[in-house]
C-alpha cells in the first residue's frame, strides 16, 4: 500500500495513514487501503486490538482531497459517499476493539472515520470537526448519523451546520473524544488501553462490541435480546469457563479465543 502502513506490535496492530504532506486527505485510493488494512487484519488472529492513527506531528487526517471532490457529478459523489460508508461501516462494526489516535487536525472526513473507531483518544492539539457546509456539501461518510448518535441531534447539528473546529478539551467535555492527553503521551496511553483489553476474553470483547454497536441501533426491548442471546452463547465458551475457574481460583485467566 502506498498510503497506508501496518504495524503489529505484540498484537496490537497500528494503522497510519501516511500521506504527512498533504495532512493525510482522504483521496480513494488511501480510504481503499484502509479498508484493505481491516479486511486483512479482520482474520489475523494475532491482532487482538487497532490503533489508526495519522502520520506526522500535525493531523490524524485533515479532511477529504479537495481536488478529487472538486470534480464529483451527481452520480460519482453518491458513489464516492457509499465507498466511504463501507470501508467506515467495516471499522465500525470490526469485531476487535479500534483505537483513534486523534494526534492533530481530524476534521471532516478525518472526524467521520474517528466517529467510525470504537474509542478516540486526542492529543492536546487536536483540532475535531467537520466543515462540510463550508465549502457547500454535508459530512458523505457517515458523519451525519454518527455524530447525532453520539452527541444528539442539537449538538451534532450545531457543529455540522456552522462547520466549527472544536479543541481537545471541548470535545472531551461533550463527549466526542474519551481522553486528552499530551501528544507525546498519545500513542503510548493507545498502547496501554489496547494491551489491557487485550487480556480480556476475545470472544467477549466482540460480542460486547457487536452488542453495542448493533444494539444501539435497535429499539431497546430488541437490543436487550440480542444482548442475552449474547450472553448465553458466551455460557459455551472454554474461555468463559476459564474465566469463571481463574477468579474462583484467584489466578490470572488465560484465555483461549474459543
Do not use: W
Request: hydrophobic share 45%.
Amino acid at each position: 500500500m502506498d498510503n497506508v502502513r501496518t504495524e503489529n506490535k505484540d498484537g496490537i496492530l497500528i494503522i497510519t495513514i501516511d500521506r504527512p504532506k498533504v495532512l493525510n486527505a482522504l483521496n480513494a485510493q488511501t480510504v481503499a487501503e484502509i479498508g484493505e488494512a481491516f479486511e486483512a487484519a479482520r482474520d489475523d488472529a494475532s491482532v487482538k486490538c487497532v490503533i489508526l492513527t495519522g502520520g506526522g506531528e500535525k493531523a490524524f487526517v485533515a479532511g477529504a482531497d479537495i481536488n478529487e471532490l472538486a470534480q464529483m457529478t451527481p452520480i460519482t459523489g453518491k458513489a464516492t459517499a457509499e465507498k466511504g460508508q463501507r470501508v467506515f461501516r467495516a471499522i465500525e462494526r470490526f469485531p476487535k476493539p479500534v483505537i483513534a489516535a486523534v494526534n492533530g487536525f481530524a476534521l471532516g472526513g478525518g472526524c467521520e472515520l474517528a466517529l467510525a473507531c470504537h474509542m478516540r483518544i486526542a492529543s492536546e492539539n487536536a483540532k475535531l470537526g467537520l466543515p462540510e457546509v463550508t465549502l457547500g456539501i454535508i459530512p458523505g461518510y457517515g458523519g451525519t448519523q454518527r455524530m447525532a448518535r453520539l452527541l444528539g441531534k442539537g449538538k451534532a447539528l450545531e457543529l455540522i451546520l456552522t462547520g466549527d473546529r472544536i479543541g481537545a478539551e471541548e470535545a472531551e467535555r461533550i463527549g466526542l473524544v474519551n481522553k486528552v492527553v499530551p501528544a507525546d503521551q498519545l500513542m503510548a496511553t493507545c498502547e496501554e488501553l489496547a494491551r489491557k483489553i487485550a487480556t480480556r476474553g476475545p470472544l467477549a470483547v466482540s460480542a460486547a462490541i457487536e452488542a453495542v454497536m448493533s444494539g444501539s441501533e435497535m429499539p431497546f426491548d430488541e437490543g436487550q435480546t440480542l444482548e442475552a442471546t449474547l450472553f448465553g452463547l458466551l455460557a459455551s465458551t472454554e474461555d468463559m469457563k476459564e474465566g469463571m475457574g481463574a477468579f474462583l481460583e484467584k489466578r490470572t485467566a488465560e484465555f483461549k479465543n474459543r
